[in-house]
């Protein structure tokens, strides 16, 4: 029997609106799906997999139409498996280790995650938790993934965790990054409501190193610490022209299209300032979640990259999804500077300038150079190499940058005794406690950019770390 494939909305059609791209498996489909599982007595799909979900044993009951119980045995390992079977690039983890992948027939592992939390969502929660019971008190810094994770894993020790976000909702990235046609929001925070049912007290709009310093935190009680504030950090390019009106970091663009409504405007007082023809720089996930929002706000956009489609990091879904829904690709390009309408020198159109109408200040094109590869460079990928006298003008009026995310600073400045690394992550021992006794890391943090499922296995982790310290204390 040939693998399920994931139904989808036709491109014409979901190129114009915000819903979810992947529609989901259907009962018959799910059920045939799990049934060409092979059992392996030895499932190499289980180590691929960062969290170390019991694969063959959820695929079982599904083929069994055990549903309820399918669900309560991924969530004896992943609190965010909803999340997971949407974002989690199984392709390259449980997928690729899976035994039918050598004939290209692998067990759709993500699509029956997705599937049995789908039925949990449709019935009501299914697993009765269990409240904390321990005196002692842990405070985890971030509310994304990794954060999520391990909060939810020390609840599940009886420990009485307090999870603080620096924003009005949480998820992390999961809430500010990735676009609704992706994870849509209300699937975040039913996992987030299945983690505070654990008992985890959410605290938002708290940001520590601002809010609470580290030391403030213990003052309060907390027996440690666990740092999961991500990477949100955006890097640029360092050209010409980069602080033009309407360039944006992908990080700006996408929180005020996901957290802020932006593309629901006017029904959210939140515009985003973005003109017809978009430069999107970049070709990872994040790269392609500001295309795919930028087409569905009805702009045409161009994705600007230096290599070639097959040093591409983005999941080769995402790729598909877009060039199916239209995206321009500009491969091969490197961009050199970003060419602004300069003000003109009469006192009119200086007085337009200061009052922040007319185009004067804003993007009116890229200059690119193209490239060609050539040997690999650290990252195991052919080196872009530019050709002489090859420069040419792209017609953009918006620029957004996708090339990647660092460490956002403000932590370690405020905790000196914190120790970094050259490139701003946090230094961890092999257990994840950093250099403070007490405090532990994990996730983006630690790793700089990386994926969903990478910091949720840092945080379960961590989780383990700090009942091992505290078991000790």
């Not at 190129?15 to 049934?35: D, P």
């Not at 007595?41 to 044993?57: T, Y």
């Not at 759709?108 to 049995?116: K, Q, T, Y």
């Not at 420069?391 to 956002?408: H, M, S, W, Y």
Request: hydrophobic content about 40%.
């Amino acid at each position: 029997m040939s693998q399920q494939k994931m139904p989808k909305q036709k491109s014409e059609e979901r190129v114009k609106n915000f819903f979810e791209v992947a529609l989901g498996f259907s009962k018959e489909q799910a059920l045939a799906e799990a049934k060409r599982c092979l059992q392996c007595k030895k499932p190499l799909c289980v180590a691929g997999c960062p969290v170390q979900i019991d694969i063959p044993a959820f695929i079982k009951l599904i083929s069994a139409n055990k549903l309820d119980e399918a669900i309560k045995k991924i969530k004896e390992k992943n609190n965010l498996p909803a999340v997971c079977g949407r974002v989690c690039p199984q392709e390259n983890q449980c997928e690729i280790a899976c035994i039918l992948s050598k004939k290209n027939q692998a067990i759709n592992i993500g699509s029956l995650e997705r599937f049995a939390a789908d039925h949990e969502s449709a019935i009501g929660q299914t697993i009765t938790p269990t409240k904390s019971v321990k005196s002692d008190k842990v405070a985890v810094a971030g509310s994304g993934p990794a954060g999520l994770t391990a909060a939810a894993d020390l609840a599940k020790m009886g420990y009485n965790v307090t999870m603080f976000e620096s924003l009005h909702l949480p998820g992390g990235v999961l809430m500010y990054g990735i676009p609704e046609f992706r994870l849509p929001k209300k699937i975040v925070l039913q996992e987030v409501d299945y983690i505070k049912s654990l008992g985890v007290d959410l605290r938002p709009n708290v940001l520590i190193g601002k809010t609470y310093a580290i030391d403030e935190l213990f003052q309060q009680g907390f027996k440690t610490i666990f740092i999961a504030v991500g990477a949100g950090l955006p890097q640029f390019m360092g050209i010409p022209g980069e602080n033009a009106n309407r360039v944006y970091s992908a990080n700006e663009f996408l929180t005020r299209i996901n957290l802020m409504k932006a593309y629901k405007f006017p029904e959210y007082a939140t515009p985003v300032n973005i003109g017809e023809k978009i430069a999107v720089v970049g070709a990872g996930n994040v790269a392609f979640d500001c295309a795919r929002v930028a087409m569905r706000l009805g702009k045409d956009v161009t994705l600007v990259y230096r290599r070639s489609e097959q040093e591409m990091p983005a999941r080769a879904e995402e790729i598909e999804n877009a060039r199916e829904e239209g995206l321009k690709f500009k491969l091969l390009t490197q961009p050199v500077e970003i060419i602004v309408d300069e003000p003109r020198s009469s006192s009119k159109n200086n007085k337009i300038l200061k009052e922040g109408r007319g185009e004067n200040g804003f993007v009116k094109g890229m200059r690119c150079i193209q490239m060609q590869l050539g040997e690999p460079d650290a990252s195991g990928r052919r080196r872009p190499v530019p050709i002489k006298n090859s420069e040419f003008i792209l017609d953009v009026d918006t620029v957004i940058v996708a090339i990647g995310q660092n460490p956002n600073p403000l932590l370690y400045k405020s905790t000196p005794n914190l120790k970094v690394n050259e490139d701003g992550t946090i230094w961890v021992d092999e257990n994840l406690m950093t250099s403070i006794p007490g405090v532990f890391a994990g996730g983006d943090i630690i790793t700089g950019a990386d994926t969903v499922i990478s910091a949720m296995g840092a945080g379960k982790k961590a989780a383990v770390s700090i009942d091992n310290y505290l078991k000790k204390r």
